[in-house]
C-alpha cells in the first residue's frame, strides 16, 4: 500500500513556522495573509478620512484584484487619484470571497470631485457600474441594501 503524501504543515511542524506560513506578507493582495489592507498614498497630497470622505468601491474575485490594484496603485502615484487601498487575502472572506478596492475622494458634497476621480477609473477601464460609499456611512456601520450614496 502506497504512503499517503500530505501538504503543508502538521502537528510536529514548529508553531511559529506554521503562523508564518499561514499568515505569510506578499506585494500581492491576492496572496498577502499578513495584514487586512496595502494602501498607496498620493504624494502631492494628505488624506484623512472625516465626515466628509468618502470612496468609489471596485469588487474583485482573486485572480483578477492583482491587476486592478496596479493600475489604481499607478494612478495615484502619478497623482490622478488621492488615496486607495485593497483588501488582501487575510480579509477576503468578508466579501464573499472578493476583494474590494477603495478610491478614496476627500468630500462626498463635492460631485465634480467624484465625478472626476470616477473619470479616471472609466479611463483605466472599471467601466461597470460603481458603488460610492461615504465614510460617515462606514463609521456608522450602513451595510447592505443602503450602503451606497451614490452609483455610477
Given at each position: 500500500?502506497?504512503?499517503?503524501?500530505?501538504?503543508?504543515?502538521?502537528?510536529?511542524?514548529?508553531?511559529d513556522?506554521?503562523?508564518?506560513?499561514?499568515?505569510?506578507?506578499?506585494?500581492?493582495?491576492?496572496?498577502?495573509?499578513?495584514?487586512?489592507?496595502?494602501?498607496?498614498?498620493?504624494?502631492?497630497?494628505?488624506?484623512?478620512?472625516?465626515?466628509?470622505?468618502?470612496?468609489?468601491?471596485?469588487?474583485?474575485?482573486?485572480?483578477?484584484?492583482?491587476?486592478?490594484?496596479?493600475?489604481?496603485?499607478?494612478?495615484?502615484?502619478?497623482?490622478?487619484?488621492?488615496?486607495?487601498?485593497?483588501?488582501?487575502?487575510?480579509?477576503?472572506?468578508?466579501?464573499?470571497?472578493?476583494?474590494v478596492?477603495?478610491?478614496?475622494?476627500?468630500?462626498?458634497?463635492?460631485?465634480?470631485?467624484?465625478?472626476?476621480?470616477?473619470?479616471v477609473?472609466?479611463?483605466?477601464?472599471?467601466?461597470?457600474?460603481?458603488?460610492?460609499?461615504?465614510?460617515?456611512?462606514?463609521?456608522?456601520?450602513?451595510?447592505?441594501?443602503?450602503?451606497?450614496?451614490?452609483?455610477?
Amino acid at each position: 500500500m502506497a504512503e499517503k503524501q500530505t501538504t503543508g504543515f502538521n502537528h510536529n511542524d514548529d508553531i511559529d513556522e506554521f503562523l508564518a506560513y499561514l499568515y505569510r506578507p506578499s506585494p500581492k493582495p491576492s496572496l498577502d495573509r499578513s495584514q487586512f489592507w496595502h494602501s498607496v498614498v498620493n504624494p502631492n497630497e494628505v488624506f484623512f478620512s472625516t465626515e466628509h470622505s468618502g470612496k468609489w468601491c471596485i469588487f474583485r474575485g482573486p485572480a483578477e484584484i492583482d491587476d486592478a490594484w496596479d493600475k489604481i496603485v499607478e494612478s495615484v502615484k502619478a497623482g490622478r487619484l488621492s488615496h486607495a487601498k485593497v483588501s488582501t487575502a487575510l480579509g477576503r472572506a468578508m466579501y464573499g470571497d472578493r476583494q474590494v478596492i477603495c478610491v478614496y475622494t476627500q468630500n462626498w458634497t463635492d460631485l465634480d470631485e467624484l465625478m472626476e476621480a470616477r473619470d479616471v477609473l472609466r479611463e483605466l477601464g472599471f467601466t461597470e457600474q460603481l458603488g460610492y460609499k461615504r465614510d460617515i456611512d462606514t463609521k456608522n456601520r450602513v451595510y447592505g441594501e443602503n450602503e451606497f450614496y451614490l452609483h455610477a
